[in-house]
């Protein structure tokens, strides 16, 4: 069975995706608790730290039945304050003398050495990410998540406890902060938006930094969650990390200046890593390696480190991605085999293996499985083709008589249209367009549905205007996907409340209701108009929703608390009455 998007993320990043909570296990807490933190951050202008850092962490499929590695990063981050005012801090940020393993095995990445900028709120919230423009996607998304990793969220004038909705590569999450002795401040990650993400295991402590420095002194990280993907596969992830400040490090003169010199150097590894891949013919025993891989996993089962073996083939040489189309169409492979390579071809992610997946996606010699899978991973390559979404375009007119083939190929033009926004290709206003188009195309429900879908997987704002317009549409079935694509356009949150106000229909109060959590960073109206509607909301899915809404922003809205106590004394549904009594009553 194929990997959904987020488990990939979680394969490609290894604990980037996972990690996120913190645990110092040298420096134990002792002693009484203080009522605030010790210190605040304060982000001085020129600050300039390197820290040492190290991430292990093993990734098993299935209960390692599918697979299973263990993955290894060590190296240093450089990081220094350039700018601040009052919307917050830049920072530039960069990984040097990165070393990196899989099962023991050495695997340079000299691109995680590129210089990035970071610009974070003064509260310590990592906002917007800025790469060169040459880096790959699939290097950016682990670039940000290994910072993501180490976030602490510590607001102006936070008490003794606060609440927080932060994001990693697995989606939006709640995390719940206390103060500890001597100003450690302890975290804990409660529960993903979506319920496919489950979290496991979540202790953190933190230090903030002292003697003039910004960001942090110190930190461990462990942690373990459990992703379901949408075929029932489960991948286990635990991570265990460490971050210690060394030293101050060399100042950059302005960001300009760290900029031209570390991208001058991306550019031309890039450059050196795209000449040797097209200088690099396949040869006869590439082609028997090739053969004796899928041999081995088609008679043992068991993925290993397949993937890792057959990408390295496939980046090396390219043109061995023409036989996986072949190979997967004659029919004797295992299921775990045919998805595998594909999946592969999606990792490798060469124009020839582009080619390849939409081979398997258009020959009537493949499964409808597999041609499922070929288009939801071709969906997902780092670096899309042209001919990719042309093709994909074509699916998506097959309708008439392949709905499914043609919901799923919108779908993957909505995950190209992301890469193509992040990396700010000119293709991407066509893509856009398209899905303008089809959003005011006549359509079913259904396939309306579909269409917005692909227009969240976007995450563009500027499609809000766009879906919002389909919170009128005539059936609950459009109303509810235009609530559910809102929840991940940045900028949707007062479309959602003011829809939320005027909507009947229980099912669409509840995708409203669930896309106010999913969008994060509410306000006083929208904790307001929850506050007031729960107690007399009948759906119990919108109670429960509004429930979370309410439970994960008590530090920030207190009135929700009596609101909550007079629902658990009435509520009836078991779900909700465990989680309010949960949030409410758990021992700190």
């Not at 263990?70 to 190296?75: D, E, I, Q, W, Y």
């Not at 997967?328 to 990792?347: E, N």
């Not at 290709?425 to 367009?433: M, R």
Request: aromatic share 6%; with cysteine.
């Amino acid at each position: 069975m194929s990997l959904d998007r987020r488990i990939l993320a979680v394969t490609i990043l290894a604990a980037a995706g996972a990690a996120g909570t913190l645990w110092l296990n040298s420096a134990a807490d002792t002693g009484a608790e203080s009522a605030r933190p010790s210190q605040q951050y304060r982000w001085p202008v020129g600050a300039n730290q390197r820290y040492a850092l190290q991430v292990d962490s093993n990734v098993e499929i299935d209960g390692g039945s599918a697979g299973s590695y263990a993955h290894s990063l060590a190296g240093e981050l450089r990081m220094q304050v350039f700018s601040r005012d009052e919307r917050g801090v830049e920072l530039g940020c960069q990984l040097q003398h990165v070393q990196q393993t899989v099962d023991g095995d050495d695997r340079p990445e000299p691109l995680l050495e590129s210089f990035f900028v970071v610009r974070a709120h003064i509260d310590g919230r990592f906002a917007d990410f800025e790469f060169p423009k040459t880096l790959d996607a699939q290097t950016r998304q682990r670039l940000r998540e290994a910072l993501r990793m180490f976030q602490v969220v510590v607001p102006a004038g936070a008490g003794e406890s606060w609440t927080t909705r932060e994001e990693d590569a697995n989606g939006t999450f709640s995390a719940v902060y206390r103060v500890g002795h001597a100003g450690r401040i302890k975290k804990s990650r409660v529960e993903y938006a979506d319920p496919s993400a489950r979290i496991l295991k979540s202790k953190s402590t933190a230090l903030l930094a002292t003697d003039g420095g910004a960001w942090l002194d110190t930190m461990d990280v462990l942690d373990a969650q459990r992703i379901t993907s949408k075929t029932g596969q489960k991948v286990f992830v635990s991570a265990k990390a460490a971050l210690r400040r060394i030293s101050n490090a060399p100042a950059w003169t302005t960001t300009a200046t760290a900029r031209l010199a570390t991208e001058a150097t991306a550019v031309r590894r890039v450059t050196e890593i795209v000449e040797q891949k097209q200088t690099r013919a396949a040869t006869d025993a590439d082609r028997e390696r090739v053969r004796a891989l899928i041999a081995e996993l088609d008679g043992s089962g068991k993925l290993g480190d397949f993937l890792a073996k057959m990408q390295a083939l496939l980046d090396d040489c390219p043109e061995l991605a023409d036989m996986i189309p072949d190979r997967i169409a004659q029919g004797d492979l295992a299921d775990l085999t045919a998805s595998a390579l594909i999946h592969v071809l999606a990792m490798s992610g060469s124009a020839r293996a582009q080619t390849a997946l939409i081979s398997i996606a258009t020959d009537a010699r493949q499964t409808k499985q597999n041609q499922l899978r070929a288009v939801i991973d071709v969906g997902g390559v780092a670096r899309p083709q042209r001919i990719v979404s042309d093709h994909l375009w074509a699916l998506t007119a097959h309708r008439s008589f392949d709905a499914e083939m043609a919901n799923t190929a919108i779908l993957a033009l909505g995950r190209i249209g992301k890469t193509l926004r992040e990396q700010r290709s000119s293709d991407y206003a066509e893509l856009s367009e398209g899905l303008q188009a089809a959003l005011r195309a006549s359509m079913s429900p259904g396939e309306k549905s579909a269409v917005l879908a692909a227009v969240a997987n976007t995450r563009d704002p500027s499609f809000v205007s766009e879906a919002a317009i389909h919170l009128g549409a005539p059936t609950p079935q459009e109303r509810g996907a235009a609530a559910k694509a809102l929840a991940h356009l940045p900028g949707s949150r007062e479309v959602l409340r003011n829809a939320l106000e005027l909507e009947k229909d229980p099912y669409v109060r509840s995708c409203l209701a669930q896309g106010l959590v999913a969008a994060g960073e509410p306000t006083e109206q929208t904790l307001a108009l929850a506050n007031s509607s729960i107690t007399r909301e009948s759906d119990a899915d919108t109670r429960f929703a509004l429930a979370r809404y309410l439970g994960e922003n008590l530090e920030t809205y207190p009135q929700g608390r009596a609101t909550l106590e007079r629902l658990l004394e009435t509520e009836t549904n078991n779900r909700i009455r465990k989680y309010v009594a949960g949030r409410l009553y758990a021992k700190q």
